[in-house]
């Protein structure tokens, strides 16, 4: 292990979170659509599926490293940091396409990224789907221009 990551277990970390980082990247870019506010519907109904489909074991593996790790490792927090700011940075802009200004744009995404991570919580502990449901169904009233 330490010849892959001379840096030990930390650089570990980082590694993983990266490569969970692009998943999630990669699975939110899969479900662009027409519009942001489709795209983001289309996204929040996969996440519930996918986190229905692993009966409430899985989750946000940003999420999961920022609440278990982040406080503690200055470089982990650091790279939680950005990880989230990828992704805010996708929705920004599909909202930017659809017209919105930069400032809200930034706002709204952070709205909406932040409602989604509460969400993913409330499912897992209720081990329900319905929570992100709920979301799902208010992305239009978050995202009007």
């Not at 990669?26 to 289309?42: D, G, T, V």
């Amino acid at each position: 292990m330490y010849f892959h990551f001379p840096g030990g277990k930390d650089e570990l970390v980082i590694a993983a979170l990266e490569y969970s980082t692009n998943q999630v990247e990669k699975a939110l870019q899969n479900h662009k659509r027409r519009s942001a506010r489709e795209s983001l519907e289309c996204y929040v109904g996969y996440v519930a599926d996918h986190i229905e489909k692993s009966q409430f074991w899985e989750g946000c593996p940003i999420a999961t490293t920022a609440l278990d790790v982040a406080h503690e490792i200055d470089e982990i927090g650091t790279a939680c940091d950005k990880a989230y700011e990828r992704l805010l940075t996708i929705v920004s802009d599909w909202l930017i396409q659809d017209g919105m200004s930069r400032k809200n744009a930034e706002e709204t995404a952070f709205m909406f990224y932040s409602t989604l991570e509460g969400a993913l919580l409330f499912s897992k502990a209720s081990r329900s789907r319905e929570p992100l449901d709920r979301v799902r169904k208010r992305v239009r009233k978050l995202v009007q221009l």
